[in-house]
């Protein structure tokens, strides 16, 4: 007796590339620059050649802390760099151009820090920069085709959060490190405009000044608005840490799947932050307490919120995302017309001090815009929902109009003879 043939193998899957590797890439990168230019003014020519640091002396001043921060701050990029070429370049090849990608960088920050006085630029820096992007590049090499091919965070990518969510995704992973920078309320982020407003010296307040002159009474106005007694400020710190939570939740969801495990991943997302953001305190303050920044009003919003996020999570998706966009608009109106709050558990003048002080602009910086970055990409989302919706519209009445030409061609058809 024959026996049954056997199947053909089953082809491997092809390799395929990693949007959100590409997208972190381009982030990081932002970041990068950012944490090495900041604040980006003062800028001047002292006459010295912008590559002379290649060949200066060692810095006077240089401590094992610079030279680990140099070299870990840069294993992300060649990491990034390895995940973002796969599969078009991989192994060494994509080891050496990481080394080659992070050394024109950190090349080019240096450079350009000639011109900056606060700034010291060093080879020095350049060297361990490139050594954090080499290792980190050769780190990852030998397991990018595992992880973006068939590794378990790609699947878990590709099943629980939908196809076009990279954008997202790298919004959510920013998420905790936005919190950092400790903000007047609890997840109040997106008060870039009342930090313009109050600084008579920023160019958005001389330029509105020009175009309207009251802007001083308008702006004193708004400083009026700050409750009188503790209750008061309480409840306003509940509405803006409950906003900012709720905002965050609703907008995560919209770039999951439907049977994606989302209280859990929220649960892990919130939990994770609250963690960072103590730990950080912790080592900025290390005889105060890590929990300092967790007031009364804050721990109410985040046990309502979380009950909240609960129901809401089972409202259907477009409703999600309008009140996702609603609830980040009031935060946004919140943070921006709220005037500081005298009860915040540290000022930023002593926040600033220490040898965190561009990771804390950064992390500042990451607060101011997060919101605008997550309306964005609901806006985004929201156009691409139309479209969908047209092109839906349009293969239907196609449909229809196939269906009908065919039935009238049937009628038309004479009947066999017998």
């Known amino acids: ?23 972190g890439l381009l982030c990081f990168t932002l970041l990068v620059i950012y944490g090495s230019l900041h604040p980006f003014t003062g800028w001047t020519d002292n006459g010295i050649s912008p590559l002379a640091f290649l060949t200066a002396p060692k810095p006077r001043y240089l401590t094992q802390f610079d030279l680990i921060t140099n070299v870990l701050g840069y294993c992300p990029f060649g990491a990034l760099v390895v995940l973002a070429l796969h599969p078009r370049v991989s192994g060494w090849r994509a080891t050496l151009l990481a080394l080659v990608a992070g050394t024109l960088l950190s090349g080019t920050m240096e450079a350009l820090q000639t011109w900056l006085p606060n700034r010291v630029s060093s080879n020095i820096d350049l060297m361990t920069n490139a050594l954090g992007a080499l290792l980190g590049g050769a780190v990852v090499a030998p397991f990018a085709a595992a992880l973006i091919d068939r590794g378990w965070l790609r699947q878990l990518r590709l099943a629980w959060f939908e196809p076009h969510a990279s954008f997202a995704i790298i919004l959510i992973l920013l998420w905790p490190f936005a919190q950092i920078f400790p903000q007047d309320h609890l997840f109040g982020m997106g008060a870039i405009v009342r930090e313009w407003l109050t600084d008579p010296d920023s160019w958005p307040v001389q330029w509105l000044q020009n175009v309207f ?26 509405l803006v840490t409950a906003c900012g939570w709720v905002g965050t939740g609703l907008f995560a969801s919209i770039a999951m799947r439907r049977h994606a495990p989302m209280l859990r991943i929220l649960a892990a997302l919130l939990a994770g932050t609250l963690l960072l953001k103590a730990t950080v305190a912790e080592l900025q303050f290390p005889d ?27 409202l259907p998706r477009w409703l999600r995302g309008a009140m996702a966009l609603a609830v980040l608009l009031l935060l946004l109106v919140l943070a921006n017309l ?8 540290i000022s930023e003048q002593g926040w600033r001090l220490g040898r965190f002080i561009h990771f804390n602009s950064l992390s500042q910086w990451l607060g101011w815009m997060w919101p605008f970055l997550a ?16 092109s839906l519209r349009r293969a239907r009445r ?9 039935a009238a061609a049937n009628d038309d058809t004479p009947p066999p003879q017998a």
């Open 1 to 23: 007796m024959a026996s049954a043939p056997t199947p053909p193998p089953v082809p491997p899957p092809p390799p395929r590339h990693s949007p959100l590797a590409r997208v």
């Open 375 to 390: 309306l964005f990409y609901l806006i985004w989302r929201f156009e691409q929902f139309q479209l969908d919706r047209r």
């Open 338 to 345: 709220l005037p500081a709050n005298p009860y915040s558990w």
């Open 288 to 314: 105060d307490n890590a929990f300092n920044w967790l007031s009364e009003g804050g721990r109410f919003a985040l046990l309502t919120g979380s009950l909240a996020l609960v129901l809401l999570l089972r």
């Open 398 to 406: 196609k449909a229809r109009r196939q269906a009908a030409a065919q």
């Open 213 to 238: 002159p009251t802007l001083p009474d308008v702006i004193e106005g708004i400083g009026l608005l700050r409750p009188d007694d503790v209750q008061g400020q309480q409840l306003l710190e509940s």
